[in-house]
């Protein structure tokens, strides 16, 4: 079956990724801007870093027929410095025009600071203010369910957003109904550890229905799987579901989604142009 990864950082694993993933169905991969593993010293080099996302790596994955899009901003976990913070957002419009960029994101929060707020604040309203679709990174563990509720606060708060052009990532089974109630897109990251399993994120779409509703691995620097989206189709089938309805959350969601980009611009194999427009 084909699929998309959603949300995946490519730039953390190696070439061989590329090629598992392809062989295990991967048409399309989506990478949020995130955390290097260490806090950056300066814009500069956000700047290489938003090179590498809008031109190397989307040339390292084309060698492997995978379609490479990404998103653009400074991650929840480097919004503490809020003067660094500011020179990257305003940076981030030189990079818009780029044909796999998405939009902004992974913005979101990390420990739920004031000054993450701030920061996720600034993003939201650049996003508003250029017509971008976003993709929000909710925190870890105890600081999840807080967390999520000050986004969608804020993000109900900048009225030049509609909802359906809004993605909560990293949902869980306290705090998916928020989200979903609010009009958004929603992720179920399938992570060892913080996160979720292919066998929750099976729960949450036998509970809710699987509209709006997306999975994704998330790999990246840490202890992570590439196909895990390909273990959620394992999942999915082993307790009887059709193909029609796993294909939805796995691949024809993600398309709807990036659709509403006017840069998007990707049919599946043997697929017409209707699909992409579903």
Not at 71 to 99: Q, T
């Amino acid at each position: 079956m084909q699929y998309i990864d959603p949300h995946i950082h490519m730039v953390s694993r190696t070439t061989d990724d590329y090629k598992r993933m392809a062989l295990a169905g991967c048409v399309l991969l989506s990478e949020p801007a995130f955390w290097a593993g260490f806090d950056r010293s300066g814009p500069e080099g956000f700047r290489d870093y938003f090179r590498q996302l809008t031109g190397f790596e989307r040339s390292r994955a084309a060698q492997y027929g995978i379609a490479h899009y990404c998103w653009l901003c400074i991650n929840a976990k480097e919004a503490e410095n809020v003067a660094l913070s500011r020179e990257v957002i305003k940076m981030i419009p030189e990079f818009l025009d780029r044909p796999n960029v998405l939009g902004i994101g992974e913005i979101g929060l990390n420990k739920n600071t004031r000054n993450e707020a701030t920061v996720f604040l600034e993003h939201l309203e650049l996003a508003a203010r250029t017509g971008e679709l976003v993709l929000v990174h909710t925190p870890h563990l105890a600081d999840k369910y807080p967390g999520t509720r000050m986004i969608l606060d804020m993000v109900r708060g900048e009225s030049r957003l509609a909802p359906e052009r809004v993605c909560i990532d990293h949902v869980e089974e306290h705090t998916i109904r928020q989200a979903l109630d609010a009009g958004h897109w929603v992720g179920m990251t399938l992570y060892p550890t913080t996160k979720c399993t292919p066998a929750r994120a099976a729960d949450m779409v036998e509970q809710y229905g699987g509209d709006r509703m997306m999975v994704n691995s998330a790999g990246d620097w840490g202890h992570s799987d590439p196909l895990a989206v390909p273990e959620f189709i394992f999942e999915m089938r082993s307790r009887g579901h059709d193909e029609a309805t796993i294909r939805k959350v796995v691949l024809e969601n993600p398309l709807a989604f990036f659709g509403q980009c006017a840069r998007f611009d990707f049919v599946p194999r043997g697929e017409t142009a209707s699909l992409a427009d579903a």
